[in-house]
């Protein structure tokens, strides 16, 4: 058997960059507003890693608290979120991104 | 590890944070009344709120007093600061919700509408906008940029029978969110590079020359993050693509406050991180600066001449105002000259004077614009000054004032950025300001001529001007004027927000 490869904070750091490329990759690309909103979601919760494997290398509690604060903002997003995403789909089915023009010039 | 015994909270001065409590009351008071009262009378919400707004002003001049006495200082556990420049950050954003209040209740009237919950956000957003303004933390920051942002993401969805209102939401929230999420990477990089979230920590770290090279990467990795999300809320150029929209579907109040308090929030956490944290790191972000400023003064101006909708006109028109103030923080990044605090000093009045001026330009736009928000095209505006001569005049004033006209407080915004940006020998964006004001006038005689010189076919209706939002214009046109003649005492008292805590 090889020997066990350890993790290292590197790899942390280069998951959660490649989670928040995953998430911002998915807004610009994608067309439904609920979708781009999970991505959204999606690249708080890859700064959330980056938050922890920074605090466990750097052995320091702020990094861990400040994961606490973003959820809560996080979830705040969603009640906001959701709120205005349920009102325009009450007006039209299938309510798209590209559909909203209204606005534009 | 962590004893119980051993925690020993912050002590918190609670007369340094009355300005915050005053709002948070009265936000608490409309909400709680509002729903557990029967309807109030019509117009009540919006007396409440522009009282406690006012009250938190009058605590502000308290809080400046006592500061000229003592020194800048941060409060409860180095999270906010507490100096000249949160407290004059703190006068703007009330005044905005001052103004903003006002202008509100004629307009849920007009829309056979009431209640308080807009009165409540904006109270709220308020609160967020204070918080980033003091904010010597970063996370602090990041919760006062949320709550301010998710209060914004609803007032400009709040008109559910408008379908442009609910659009201007979701893509206010959609791209919000998104920076918001560059922001807090930031956040997270500079920790990793420097171990603290806190402004003055993050400064003598710095300073102090103990961050290695992987360390580097991330520190520019983050500040370049961070510079992004704040490029976003200020609206700077290439981060500007959702502002014409949002500006022009929000209800026009709210896009007022939006452009008021929203800007002036972003852009004095913007100072305080890039002065205080990012000190010694000015040669990085300099640049940055630099090309933000340039590209909003350019395109901001270009592409408001383009257009034919006065919502969209003067959402161009702020983010070229946005390219003045980065004139501002660009002055402030000469760290190591004289004159750099020129750079804090003009920036900061710019906000305040850019708050009056804005909120008063819009409400004009949305008394024109009529029910719905229906009327807000170019053509709309013709023989304005035939059918409310008074109107158009006041918009003359506030037109004039943004295209820098002497004599108004325009002038006196614009001056101290340049002067600051000469002093500090950065000459060729002084210049390309110059000539971006000269772009941006054509766009406001377009106008003024639609206003005065063109007839209205049809349209002999004279728009209504209620007296809650009279009052307002007239208040603002005074301010405008009243500063552009005699400047200054406002020039005195601003040369006194250079200091920043933590220093």
């Known amino acids: 058997m090889a020997a066990a490869v350890v993790p290292t904070t590197t790899w942390y750091l280069i998951l959660a960059a490649a989670l928040f490329a995953i998430g911002m990759t998915g807004v610009l690309v994608r067309r439904n507003p609920l979708i781009m909103f999970m991505c959204i979601e999606l690249m708080l919760n890859a700064v959330n890693l980056t938050f922890v494997a920074l605090a466990t290398e750097l052995t320091d509690i702020n990094g861990q608290t400040a994961v606490f604060f973003v959820l809560v903002v996080a979830a705040a997003e969603v009640v906001v979120g959701l709120g205005i995403i349920v009102s325009i789909m009450r007006r039209r089915q299938q309510a798209t991104a590209d559909d909203l023009a209204a606005l534009k010039g | ?208 020359q103990q961050a290695f090279p992987r360390n580097d990467v991330l520190l520019l990795a983050g500040v370049g993050l961070l510079l992004v999300g704040l490029a976003f809320k200020v609206a700077a150029v290439p981060f500007q693509v959702w502002t014409p929209d949002v500006y022009q579907g929000a209800p026009t109040p709210v896009t007022s406050f939006m452009a008021s308090a929203g800007k002036t929030a972003a852009f004095a956490a913007l100072l305080r991180v890039s002065v205080t944290a990012l000190e010694s790191r000015v040669d990085d972000w300099r640049p940055v600066v630099w090309v933000l400023a340039v590209l909003s003064l350019v395109v901001g101006s270009v592409l408001a001449v383009t257009q034919t909708n006065v919502k969209r006109m003067l959402a161009y028109s702020s983010i070229s105002h946005a390219g003045f103030i980065l004139l501002g923080v660009e002055a402030a990044s000469h760290t190591g000259s004289a004159s750099a605090a020129d750079g804090i000093a003009s920036a900061m009045t710019y906000l305040l004077l850019y708050t009056v001026l804005v909120i008063g330009t819009f409400t004009i736009v949305g008394l024109v614009a009529g029910r719905g928000d229906s009327a807000s095209n170019l053509t709309d505006f013709r023989g304005l000054g035939r059918r409310r001569p008074a109107l158009a005049l006041a918009l003359t004033v506030f037109l004039l004032a943004q295209a820098g006209m002497p004599l108004t407080s325009g002038f006196v915004a614009k001056f101290g950025v340049i002067r600051a940006a000469v002093e500090t020998s950065s000459y060729a964006i002084a210049i390309i300001a110059m000539l971006a004001s000269v772009i941006g006038a054509f766009l406001y005689l377009r106008i003024m001529v639609s206003a005065w010189m063109e007839d209205a076919e049809g349209q002999d209706a004279a728009p209504p001007v209620p007296f809650l939002s009279g009052l307002a214009v007239t208040a603002a046109v005074a301010f405008t004027l009243v500063v552009g003649i005699v400047p200054g005492w406002l020039l005195d008292a601003t040369r006194q927000v250079i200091t920043l805590a933590g220093r």
């Open chain 2, 1 to 208: 590890m962590f004893a119980a015994e051993t925690l020993t909270g912050p002590s918190i001065p609670w007369f340094t944070l009355s300005p915050l409590l005053a709002l948070l009351i009265g936000a608490c008071v409309l909400m709680l009344g509002g729903s557990l009262l029967p309807q109030w009378p019509r117009g009540l919400y919006g007396i409440v709120t522009a009282l406690s707004a006012a009250t938190s002003i009058v605590l502000c001049f308290f809080l400046w007093d006592n500061l000229s006495d003592g020194r800048p200082e941060t409060i409860i556990g180095d999270a906010l600061a507490f100096d000249h420049f949160a407290v004059l950050g703190t006068i703007s954003i009330c005044v905005a919700v001052l103004l903003a209040s006002l202008t509100t209740s004629d307009y849920l009237v007009r829309e056979g509408e009431d209640g308080p919950e807009l009165f409540v956000l904006y109270l709220s957003a308020a609160i967020g906008g204070i918080v980033m303004v003091a904010a010597q933390d970063l996370i602090v920051l990041f919760l006062g940029l949320e709550t301010l942002s998710l209060a914004l993401y609803v007032l400009a969805a709040s008109n559910r029978r408008r379908e442009e209102s609910q659009e201007a939401g979701l893509k206010y929230f959609i791209l919000g969110g998104f920076s918001s999420a560059f922001f807090l990477y930031g956040i997270a990089l500079i920790y990793g590079a420097t171990k603290h979230t806190n402004l003055g920590r993050i400064m003598e770290t710095l300073s102090s």
